[in-house]
Each structure stands twice: as C-alpha cells, then as structure tokens.
C-alpha cells in the first residue's frame, strides 16, 4: 500500500510538472515571441519549440511510465498497449510536425539547417524513436512476431526508450539556451540575457521543469517495485492483436 501511495504521488507529480512545462512553453511562445502562423516568419518557428516540448518530452514522458499504473495490472494489457503505441504515435507525429515548423522557417530565411549541437541532438532524438516506434509496432503488436523475439528485444526496448527521453531532454535544453542567446541581444544591458529579464526567467524555469519531469520519469521507470507483474509465464504463446491478452 505504502509503495502504491508513493508511486501516485511520482505519478502526479511528473504529471504536474509536464503540465506546467506545456503552458511555459506556450506562454514563452505567445507572450514573448509574438504568437503562431505557418508563413516562413518567425511565428511559425514558434511551433517548433511547443510541438517539440509536447512530443518528446510530455507525451513521451507521460506514455513511458503507462504501464507502471497500478490501476492496468491485472487486466487485459492489450488495450493499455494500444493506448501506449497511440500516444507514442501522436509524440512523433507532434515532433515530426516541430521539425517541419523549423525547417521551414529556415529555408524561408535561407538558414543553413543542422548546423548546430541542438540539431543534431534533435533530429537523432526523433529518428530513434521512429525507428522505436516501428520496431516496437512489429515486435509487441502485430501477430507474426515469436515470444523469443519480444523476450530478447524488450530489454533492449526499454533502454531505447530511455535513451530517447534523455536525447529529448538534452534537445530541448540546448535548443532553449540557444533560442535565448538569439533573441535576448538587446540594445541596452537590461535587455540582454545575463541581465535576467523577466522572458529568460521563464525560458530558464522552462528548462528545470523539463529537467525536473525527466527525473521523476526515470525515478519511476528504475523503481523494480512499480514494474507491472506478469500475469503469465513468458513461456506461453503469443496471442495475436485484436485477440484476447493477458499478459
């Protein structure tokens, strides 16, 4: 009971503060940086940072620990794999989306894309997860995928993921420091970004709430308490989507 209390107070916490980076991320966006288009300008660069925070990170971050709620265990898991495998399809689909918002922006200014550390971080972060998101699609989904198969691949799946959400992390981190760097050159020393004005503020508590969310994330998916118990031995036969599982 103890260990159940502890691990819904994690729950909502990391659920809090995902919340909280979304709205920070939307208010920086609207208030400070003008609001959204889809014309070139710097209002649909806007997008990027929004799609990105909300894909790779809160529902990314929110999807990672779904199985973890005690409230699946004991029951048929396949619904709550598909709930997992949608959420994880609208992420990428957010990310995606993000990285459209910022090439385009670029090549509408004529901005060399990939050039910088953030970039290279970011577009690695969203290729993996494809890539995890198809393979995990044919290994744990579809019917034609042996148990020995997922039995090997799940640890590997689950490292992966992690990796991902700390690449995640790391993107929207540097891309907040380098978005400030570039706006915050004002023409008297109060507008600059050593001076701390009220937008670096909220750009900076953005990123420690993105930290503090990965942290919560990763203390839940390392407890070996929270993992959700199998129900059957792995031993017994794949039984195929949109088919009765137990597992």
């Known amino acids: 009971m ?3 209390v502890i691990f819904y107070l994690s729950f909502l916490l990391g659920l809090a503060l995902s919340l909280a980076s979304l709205v920070c991320v939307c208010v920086w966006s ?3 940086r003008g609001g959204f288009a889809w014309d070139g300008s710097a209002l649909q660069f806007n997008w990027h940072p929004v799609l990105m925070v909300a894909g790779l990170v809160v529902l990314y971050g929110n999807g990672a620990v779904l199985y973890r709620v005690p409230l699946t265990w004991g029951q048929n898991k396949l619904p709550w794999k598909l709930l997992h495998a949608a959420l994880m399809l609208l992420a990428l689909v957010l990310s995606v989306v993000g990285l459209c918002a910022v ?4 090549n509408a200014k004529g901005t060399p894309n990939l050039y910088s550390l953030h970039s290279w971080i970011g577009i690695t972060a969203t290729a993996l997860f494809a890539m995890q998101w198809v393979a995990g699609l044919a290994v744990f989904l ?4 042996p148990t020995s198969l997922r039995k090997l691949l799940k640890p590997v799946h689950v490292w992966l993921g992690g ?3 700390s690449l995640s992390i790391a993107a929207c981190i540097s891309g907040i ?3 400030l760097f570039f706006v915050l050159k004002g023409s008297t020393e109060a507008q600059t970004y050593a001076a701390l004005p009220p937008e670096a503020l909220l750009a900076n ?3 420690a709430l993105i930290v503090a969310f990965g942290l919560v ?3 839940i998916l390392s407890n070996q308490k929270w993992q959700r118990p199998d129900s059957r031995p792995e031993e017994l036969a794949y039984t195929p989507l949109l088919q009765e599982e137990n597992e």
């Open 177 to 179: 420091n380098e978005k």
């Open 2 to 4: 103890r260990q159940t």
């Open 30 to 32: 609207a208030r400070w």
């Open 103 to 106: 090439f385009g922006f670029h």
């Open 205 to 207: 508590s953005l990123g």
């Open 142 to 145: 579809l019917p034609w995928s």
């Open 163 to 165: 990796s991902i959400l």
């Open 217 to 219: 994330v990763f203390l």
